[in-house]
T-cell receptor, first 115, second 112 residues
């Protein structure tokens, strides 16, 4: 499977714990996006990378959230001191910015439950 | 007011019906318009991609964009039970990517 992969698929944690999610984009894609999706809502943009540079962060991304893409390939999203309100599906998407039609391809998501 | 408005449904139709899904938006800078399908507990998958105004057809699916009314639609002909999913409209500015804004999604049920 050469699509976007995310790990883990599910995470249950206690409030106050730190969690880290990983996203492996489609190999030739230079842009990588993180979204958060809650029940009954569409994905909400969190941040995006072009290669290893983080170019935009949403105001939704509080200082407890940090994302990295150290070598311009895979990315990690860390949430520190998790809160119950962080419970959501975290989606990663990737795209090839140089193409005329920049389509974002989504991974299966990581479903987080904070108890 | 949200930038993109989409009726969450649910919308229930019999098999074979024509389904009409739509979204309205407020930002006139949007130029790229997408429809994604999302099955339960899965990531969204791209169905249709349209630039600016006009129609685009792909098999049983037709996407329409009316920029003057800030209104987009997705039509599904001969709907099948396998079309049962949440349909998300999405739109972005002049790059076609980056900071894509999604609607809340419409849940569709196609009954056999």
């Amino acid at each position: 499977d050469t699509g976007v992969s995310q790990d883990p698929r599910h995470k249950i944690t206690k409030r106050g714990q730190n969690v880290t999610f990983r996203c492996d984009p489609i190999s030739e894609h230079n842009r990588l996006y993180w979204y958060r999706q809650t029940l009954g809502q569409g994905p909400e943009f969190l941040t995006y990378f072009q290669n290893e540079a983080q170019l935009e962060k949403s105001r939704l991304l509080s200082d407890r959230f940090s994302a990295e893409r150290p070598k311009g390939s895979f990315s990690t999203l860390e949430i520190q001191r998790t809160e119950q309100g962080d419970s959501a599906m975290y989606l990663c998407a990737s795209s090839l910015a140089s193409s005329a039609q920049e389509t974002q391809y989504f991974g299966p998501g990581t479903r987080l439950l904070v108890l | 007011q949200k930038e993109v408005e989409q009726d969450p449904g649910p919308l229930s139709v019999p098999e074979g019906a024509i389904v009409s899904l739509n979204c309205t938006y407020s930002n006139s800078a949007f130029q790229y318009f997408m429809w994604y399908r999302q099955y339960s507990r899965k990531g969204p998958e791209l169905l249709m991609y349209t630039y600016s105004s006009g129609n685009k057809e792909d098999g049983r699916f037709t996407a329409q964009v009316d920029k003057s009314s800030k209104y987009i639609s997705l039509f599904i002909r001969d709907s099948q039970p396998s079309d049962s999913a949440t349909y998300l409209c999405a739109m972005s500015g002049n790059t076609g990517g980056f900071k894509t804004i999604f609607g809340a999604g419409t849940r569709l049920f196609v009954k056999a």
